[in-house]
């Protein structure tokens, strides 16, 4: 790029994510964070950097657990029985390295330990419920958050049986009245069987699950690794944990296909309820989905809906079929269309009683 004010060039490089770690010409390393170009000078820095883009994987740490005790667990067992060959178990488990020297190793734990979180505290699921569409507190916390613990493939399983279990009981106003909430199952599924086998192990927290009158979030924990971004997250594939997702689709009726098409199948599955799509972010040391009960269909068009099948709407109806919390968002949607004739306000009566109902332009199909 060239200016008339200045003499000289400059020049705009554009450096894409990927797995690897440069060094500079001084052999130093940096890690690039907002507007910081941050030194990477210690061993434990440089380690969880290799962690952060998959270079390493904590799956290959060993665990206070003994071979003879995950060969003794009832997942191992049932497992066992219908995959592993008649080969002996323990030179099975060595061969997929999923042990070392007499120990497990964190991808043998999850796996195939009835209880990994007696070992790995924070391998488990915690699922919150929140009675508002908005930020969550205390106040709007529902009961006690629950915990899901176990091997993996009992772990995704039983996360997913509680989710939709809480979201059947959530209430929704629909054109013809209060129905249950519906989220796609394949959905769920497949977000949380990804949260669960490409999470980042060394990280001292859980899965966190929180699910609001309006949408369902499903955090992570570990950033997105290697040149796996929010923008081609649909199209790339980097497993941060291969053994773990390896030897998961070994399992009879195996929550994950292994072909890369989990998110995806996610996306479909909304679409075909004509939801909303799932927004993936990448937040503080994790990765953040969530699932809004969005119907694709603008506010407006939600209202007009309501008014085919009833007489009139207020703000407090009109709130709950758009899933919008603001008071003051709906006064506007409802001022616009008004503008437009397409409603208009019921006459002579109180502010606390304020009302719409069709206007001269309501369209008739």
């Given at each position: 790029?060239?200016?008339?004010?200045?003499?000289?060039?400059?020049l705009a490089?554009?450096?894409?994510?990927?797995?690897?770690?440069?060094?500079?010409?001084?052999?130093?390393?940096?890690?690039?964070?907002?507007?910081?170009?941050l030194?990477?000078?210690?061993?434990?820095?440089?380690?969880?950097?290799?962690?952060?883009?998959?270079?390493l994987?904590?799956?290959?740490?060993?665990?206070?657990?003994?071979?003879?005790?995950?060969?003794?667990?009832?997942?191992?067992?049932?497992?066992?029985?219908?995959?592993?060959?008649k080969?002996?178990?323990?030179?099975?488990?060595?061969?997929?390295?999923?042990?070392?020297?007499?120990?497990?190793?964190?991808a043998?734990?999850?796996?195939?330990?009835?209880?990994?979180?007696?070992?790995?505290?924070?391998?488990?699921?915690?699922?919150?419920?929140?009675?508002?569409?908005?930020?969550?507190?205390?106040a709007?916390?529902?009961?006690?958050?629950?915990?899901?613990?176990?091997?993996?493939?009992?772990?995704?399983?039983?996360?997913?049986?509680?989710?939709?279990?809480?979201?059947?009981?959530i209430?929704?106003m629909?054109?013809?009245?209060?129905?249950?909430?519906?989220?796609?199952?394949?959905?769920?599924?497949?977000?949380?069987?990804?949260?669960?086998?490409?999470?980042?192990?060394?990280?001292?927290?859980?899965?966190?699950?929180?699910?609001?009158?309006?949408?369902?979030?499903?955090?992570?924990?570990?950033?997105?690794?290697?040149?796996?971004?929010?923008?081609?997250?649909?199209?790339e594939?980097?497993?941060?944990?291969?053994?773990?997702?390896?030897?998961?689709?070994?399992?009879?009726?195996?929550?994950?296909?292994?072909?890369?098409?989990?998110?995806?199948?996610?996306?479909?599955?909304?679409?075909?309820?004509?939801?909303?799509?799932?927004?993936?972010?990448?937040v503080?040391n994790?990765?953040?989905?969530?699932?809004?009960?969005?119907?694709?269909?603008?506010?407006?068009?939600?209202?007009?809906?309501f008014?085919?099948?009833?007489?009139?709407?207020n703000?407090?109806?009109?709130?709950?079929?758009?899933?919008?919390?603001?008071?003051?968002?709906?006064?506007?949607?409802?001022?616009?269309?008004?503008?437009?004739?397409?409603?208009?306000?019921?006459?002579?009566?109180?502010?606390?009683k304020?009302?719409?109902?069709k206007?001269?332009?309501?369209?008739?199909?």
């Amino acid at each position: 790029m060239k200016t008339d004010h200045y003499p000289g060039l400059v020049l705009a490089c554009e450096i894409f994510k990927n797995q690897y770690i440069w060094k500079d010409t001084q052999g130093d390393i940096y890690l690039r964070r907002g507007a910081q170009s941050l030194k990477q000078d210690t061993y434990e820095k440089q380690e969880r950097l290799k962690l952060n883009k998959g270079i390493l994987s904590h799956e290959d740490a060993k665990v206070d657990m003994l071979v003879e005790e995950l060969l003794a667990s009832d997942a191992f067992l049932q497992f066992a029985e219908v995959i592993v060959p008649k080969a002996d178990p323990k030179m099975w488990l060595q061969k997929q390295k999923v042990v070392r020297d007499s120990n497990a190793t964190v991808a043998g734990l999850v796996l195939f330990a009835d209880e990994p979180q007696s070992v790995l505290p924070k391998a488990a699921v915690k699922i919150a419920r929140y009675r508002t569409s908005d930020q969550p507190s205390r106040a709007t916390l529902e009961g006690q958050p629950s915990t899901i613990e176990g091997c993996v493939v009992n772990l995704i399983k039983d996360t997913v049986d509680e989710i939709i279990k809480i979201v059947e009981r959530i209430p929704v106003m629909k054109d013809t009245g209060l129905k249950s909430v519906q989220y796609p199952r394949n959905a769920i599924h497949e977000i949380i069987t990804n949260a669960i086998i490409h999470r980042d192990y060394s990280i001292n927290d859980d899965v966190h699950v929180r699910i609001f009158d309006n949408r369902i979030e499903i955090y992570s924990p570990g950033p997105l690794p290697a040149h796996v971004t929010v923008d081609n997250i649909l199209d790339e594939r980097f497993a941060r944990n291969q053994k773990i997702v390896r030897l998961t689709n070994k399992f009879p009726d195996a929550p994950n296909k292994d072909v890369g098409e989990g998110l995806n199948t996610a996306f479909e599955a909304m679409r075909d309820l004509q939801l909303k799509d799932p927004v993936v972010s990448q937040v503080t040391n994790g990765v953040l989905v969530v699932l809004k009960h969005e119907k694709l269909a603008e506010p407006e068009q939600s209202i007009i809906n309501f008014l085919r099948d009833n007489d009139e709407i207020n703000n407090s109806k009109a709130r709950a079929i758009t899933f919008i919390g603001s008071e003051n968002k709906v006064k506007n949607i409802f001022r616009k269309m008004m503008m437009a004739n397409i409603i208009e306000r019921i006459p002579d009566r109180s502010q606390a009683k304020t009302g719409y109902r069709k206007g001269s332009s309501f369209p008739d199909n």
